[in-house]
């Protein structure tokens, strides 16, 4: 008797979903991502419950054509790729054509777009994978994604969440790290309708900087940059003074993409070595721009980490520019032995 059997679409989506979407943050960052691959400048975030019961992502982008709609929540559709060989140039923080797909098999999603060049926009709604209705609308340019009661449909699933609290903490987390990623992009984070962030978009880093972490932080930044070779590297690192006991404060994105890199924390972490207490660590915010083609980011689901053909020149540029920046400042604190 036979015993396999080949997965219906819903099934293969909502374990696909177990990898992509895990908790409400990780749909927040997909949706955030796809609005800025549709070249959005503005994007506003509302969450309500920890994103549980209440996820609206808007943004001023592209647009999704009307016949592109229901393919966009089809499983590897995507709009960003065609064969294996574009992986190695990726431009798009998304190529997997699994978010849509996935949110939509494990939550309620309604959808709302217009293209710029078209006269109307679209309504689409789709729960739990199944398509339950496309009609013409009006409405303003761009795309507005509601996703209604995240994992309605796999307890199991809900049951390893935190509590709202924790879960909107999370998604806080995510919004710095996504408004520090991209300071051309203006920026709105509501949660349980309160205004909790919000970023001018003026491609300003040392404003987003200040937007995010407050006056008493951003005075104690310096600024780096190295724009010769290939690997090319400009931010701002904390004086040693602002050390944290945890890696929170140490950030860095690829090409505009919030990642996790040994190598990097590595090459920060010893470049700061003799002006760092045991279990301290430094504060950064480097943005280096590396050719895709030297790049693989397609080791993680959730793109998280990346890995560097060229590691040994990205330490050494790190290392370098962190070194001579802090040689040869007053780093210490001026102590006055007399009152
Ligand atoms: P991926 O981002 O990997 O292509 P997704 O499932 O996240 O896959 O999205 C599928 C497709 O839907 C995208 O390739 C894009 O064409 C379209 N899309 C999704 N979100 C938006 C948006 N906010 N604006 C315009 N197009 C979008
Ligand atoms: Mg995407």
Redesign the pocket.
């Known amino acids: 008797m036979s015993l396999i059997r080949i997965l219906d679409e819903n099934t293969i989506n909502q374990i696909a979903a177990g990898e992509v979407v895990e908790r409400p943050r990780a749909v927040v960052k997909?949706?955030i991502?796809?609005?800025i691959?549709?070249k959005?400048t503005a994007i506003t975030v509302e969450i309500k419950e920890g994103g549980l019961s209440f996820i609206r992502?808007t943004?001023n982008?592209?647009?999704?054509a009307k016949d592109?709609i229901p393919?966009?929540?089809m499983r590897h559709?995507?709009?960003?790729i065609r064969t294996a060989e574009d992986l190695f140039d990726i431009k798009?923080?998304?190529?997997?054509?699994?978010?849509?797909?996935?949110i939509a098999a494990v939550s309620q999603v309604e959808l709302i777009?217009k293209e710029p060049s078209s006269l109307n926009g679209y309504r689409y709604i789709i729960e739990g994978g199944e398509e339950k209705s496309l009609e013409e609308i009006g409405c303003p340019d761009?795309?507005t994604?509601i996703v209604r009661n995240l994992f309605f449909n796999t307890p199991a699933r809900r049951k390893f969440l935190k509590s709202a609290k924790t879960e909107a903490g999370y998604i806080n987390d995510l919004m710095e790290k996504l408004i520090m990623s991209h300071p051309g992009i203006s920026f709105r984070f509501i949660v349980n309708n309160k205004l909790i962030l919000q970023s001018s978009g003026n491609n300003n880093i040392k404003d987003v900087l200040y937007q995010i972490y407050g006056r008493d932080i951003s005075k104690e930044l310096l600024y780096v940059k190295h724009f010769a070779g290939d690997v090319k590297v400009s931010g701002f690192i904390g004086k040693p003074t602002i050390s944290r006991g945890n890696r929170n404060f140490m950030n860095y994105f690829i090409n505009g993409r919030y990642i996790k890199n040994y190598i990097i924390t590595k090459a920060i972490e010893d470049a700061y070595k003799p002006y760092m207490m045991q279990h301290k660590y430094p504060f950064t915010s480097l943005y280096y721009e590396i050719d895709p083609s030297l790049l693989d980011v397609n080791v993680h689901p959730q793109k998280l980490e990346l890995k560097l053909k060229n590691s040994d020149d990205v330490y050494e540029i790190t290392c370098k520019i962190i070194k001579e920046t802090l040689a040869g400042k007053e780093l210490i604190p001026h102590i006055s032995l007399t009152e």
Do not use: M, P, V, Y
């Open positions: 997909e949706l991502e796809n609005s691959d549709a959005a992502i943004d982008g592209t647009g999704i592109d393919l966009a929540f559709a995507t709009s960003k798009s923080l998304g190529f997997r054509g699994e978010a849509l797909s996935s777009t761009g795309t994604i």
